[in-house]
């Protein structure tokens, strides 16, 4: 896998990667009334073997390039784990006429990586690799593709491999051994199957493996998978059909077909009785994970299983999280999914106890409600809400053509595993056929039952080919960029304030909505951090007129779910659903904002499950890292430098009626906006908006002042002890201006240069050239009044020493020691604007660019200046900017990991004062 997130890896990130090609994702389907929408492809083999499927899809001019090769850990052999991984790195270093690392042709011909816009990742059963780019660049990145497939052997370097093989075990370090519960699915693997299973060992493989795997191991293992005839390519998006069918032809057309392929067989294996492995381990609060075997993806009884996970854990009235979460109170959090996969599936649940509640007693109520599922069955009601959410699953994750569950990815999935990459209808009738006696066989078969594996995680106490050749060294040019124009913003404002943003896209029955108010973190009452946070919590467990439950149940039945939150300057509440009901969601939200009541058992409730979540954050080292950056560049009490949830003592003391008085001062009709964006007009958005909130009375919310920045952090070295960790977590704080500060555009795009993609100087120092981390970053975060620049990246805990200073060296490089050169400056400038059509697939996404602009009190026309802006920058001004902030004696470093084993080494670097914290940022005495 590969990451390109911000701040690392989370166990959730991780979890969704490996459960990516299995999830209910999305296909154009509305039951009811409307017809449900065609996805029109078409598909054939070359002479080689090579499956093709062409998808048109031109709403945005960009083009998807999808591969999908039917090769994973499934196919590796005793001694050679994680090789199919592995491969995956290897794939991205570049090959005999694309010689350069991959990810810097696909930056420059428009890739987006922070919009996913490219990746590679494995699983079990394949390896699949993505790009998106402009229309004009699709032959240039079919060549660079192409020259993968045909002449990546002939490159491959021991010294590549050497490097590959120590960021794929940092990337083990960083998502498995570095962060709370992440053994579970390792473990789970080696219990549920025997030794020699297809599916026993993980993804990943061991440490030892990936150390004895050779060049002409790898070299065999891409002669025998890495073949024509064992891949699936995708094209989607917005290209002429018969010139890329030419181009198919030229470049892929030429590569000999590989060896005929065994596929491992299909079959459930069987459990005699239960399984049970207790694991010690650096976790705040016991859980335990329950697994059992169930069938496999397309399989009869896979979609009956797929809506119990919904029933018994989707929404606070679903039956687990009603018993243990909220009635019981027993457990922090319960959740469970089924992991779909080609040759057989599993089923797993898992439930975090909360402190001093027993797992025995958790694990009793969890095996009686599934006795009582597949004995009764589920009621209609909990199925059709199953269902609805399903379906509307199913239609949201076709919002993008490409990257994750991506219309291009489905064409593929279907197609490999199913041999039909038309699926899309079966797939939703089935699941729209599942009925309650359905369910009820296929939990009294799969799920009740003692044939299972149970693990407890406790607390540690201690410590074929065409005649014609081609020239494949001749990269073909990048085409001429397509013009883009972003969505227009139709604005309107209520009579009572609020503002309210249109953007309407008629291709999908859905509509997103947020509305945002200027409810943040940064009017959170002194010593009480986390009120907004809590607040809003609250807010969605009840009103004047509805309970929790009756909200979940009715937003339930509509298939969706009100989200919100509380950033540093702004709180709100989202959701996405289906046209059709867009009215009675409107109407809990406004009922929501409005009238809540704050009930009293609903907040003790919340504070607990915050405090827990609080516990189990401060066991993570990049949420540690992330929280204390903030504290050392603002300082403890600014309001920017206030963790946004709080800290434990802070939450302990927030009162029910600090929330009351909270809600009644900030969140007020002329502080809010509401955006609306899918398939409806301005003016029944406006209809809708007034009827749902044009009641909202009470003016506008009071100012809040922020001041300078009150630190003393610069110049010294901080660090927070993580014993036992498998990597250390650097961050490198760096000051930053205002969102509306002259230097945003230039400061973005001299971050683009030193850390803000893949193909960057912090990233291929670290990463590619070192091979310490799986990843090193760097960010702003421009606000109303200040801003921050961070670096950021987990490395091994071998190399904190050396990777100290490569930060540092880079620091000094990009504030003037070595400025951004003009080929730099034009590669991002390149990378930024012609990825930024990406930003704009998502709904969601969208909104939220919105509501940035708007808490900023800047234009809606941002939107369309923004390439604009960046292509009129020249090099004096983006390297005044980078030097203006990056000052090596105005910034601070922190690291988080294991002291007995960094300090010494930091220390004698003498990179200034240093002092020791505690993971709440407190100096600890030493």
Known sequence: MKDFSKAGMSFAMILALLLAPFMPTAVYAQSGASATPKIEFEKYTLPNGLEVILHVDRKLPIVHVNQWFHVGSANEVDGRTGFAHLFEHMMFQGSKNASRDYLKYVEAAGANLLE?????????????????????????????????????????????????????????????????????????????????????????????????????????????????????????????????????????????????????????????????VKVNDRVPLARTYLGWHMPGYFQPGEAELTLVATILTDGLSARLNKALVYDKQLAANVNSFTFGRNLTGSFVLFATARPDADLGEIEKIIFEEISRLGKEGPTQEELDRA???????????????????????????????????????????????VTVDGVKDAVSKYLDTENRVRMHFVPERSGRPSDVAIDRTQEPPLGGDRPFNAPEVETAKLENGMDVFVVSKPELPKVAVALSTRAGAVADPAGKAGTAALANRVMRRGTDSLSALEIDEKLGNLGTSIGGGAGRESGGLSMEVLTRNLDSALEVMADIAINPSFPDEEFDREKKQTLDNLAQAASNPNSVANRVAYMLAFGKDHPYGRPTGGLPGTVQKITKADLVAFHDRYWKPGSSALVFVGNLSL??????????????????????????????????????????????????????????????????????????????????????????????????????????????????????????????????????EKPISNEELETARKTRVRGYAQQFESYGRIAGQILSLWLEGLPMTELQQEPEELNKLQLGAVNAVAQKYAKPDGTALLLVGDLSKIEQGIRELNLGEIIILDVEGNPVAK
């Open 387 to 433: 269902k609805t959410k399903w379906e509307f699953n199913f239609i949201a994750g076709l919002e993008r053509i490409g990257g994750f569950g991506g219309k291009a990815d489905l064409l593929n999935q279907y197609n490999t595993f199913l041999g039909d990459p038309g699926k899309f209808e079966e797939d939703l009738a089935r699941h729209r056929k």
């Open 683 to 816: 003016q029944e958005a406006v209809a809708k908006a007034r009827e749902h909130f044009g009641s909202w009375s009470g003016g506008s919310a009071p100012a809040v002042n922020i001041p300078a920045a009150n630190s003393d952090a610069a110049g010294k070295v901080y660090l927070i002890d993580r014993q036992g960790a498998a990597q250390t977590v650097v961050n490198h704080i760096l000051p930053g201006p205002p969102r509306k500060s002259d230097d945003y555009y230039a400061l973005s795009l001299a971050n683009t240069v030193y850390g803000g993609g893949f193909g960057t100087r912090l990233n291929l120092n670290l990463r590619e050239d070192k091979g310490y981390s799986y990843g090193v970053f760097a960010f702003p975060n421009f606000m109303s009044r200040d801003g921050i620049w961070l670096a950021s990246g987990g490395v091994q805990t071998d190399k904190t020493k050396e990777s100290a200073v490569e930060f540092v060296k880079e620091l000094k490089y990009i504030a003037g």
């Open 116 to 276: 996913g816009g490219v990746n590679g990742t494995t699983s079990n059963d394949r390896t699949n690799y993505f790009a998106t780019v402009p229309s004009g660049n699709l032959e240039n990145l079919l060549w660079v593709e192409s020259d993968r497939l045909a002449t990546l052997p002939e490159a491959l370097t021991k010294e590549n491999l050497d490097n590959q093989r120590d960021v794929v075990k940092n990337e083990r370090r960083q998502g498995l051994e570095n962060q709370p519960y992440g053994r579970w699915f390792k473990i789970m693997g080696e219990t549920a199957y025997s030794e020699g299973h297809p599916y026993w060992h993980p993804v990943i493989g061991s440490h030892e493996d990936l150390t004895a795997a050779s060049e002409d191991d790898v070299r065999e293992f891409f002669r025998t998978y890495y073949t024509p005839n064992n891949l699936s390519l995708v094209i989607a998006g917005d290209f002429d059909v018969e010139a890329t069918k030419r181009m198919i032809e030229k470049y892929f057309g030429t590569i000999p077909a590989g060896p005929p392929l065994e596929r491992p067989a299909k079959g459930m294996p069987k459990l005699d009785g239960e399984r049970f």
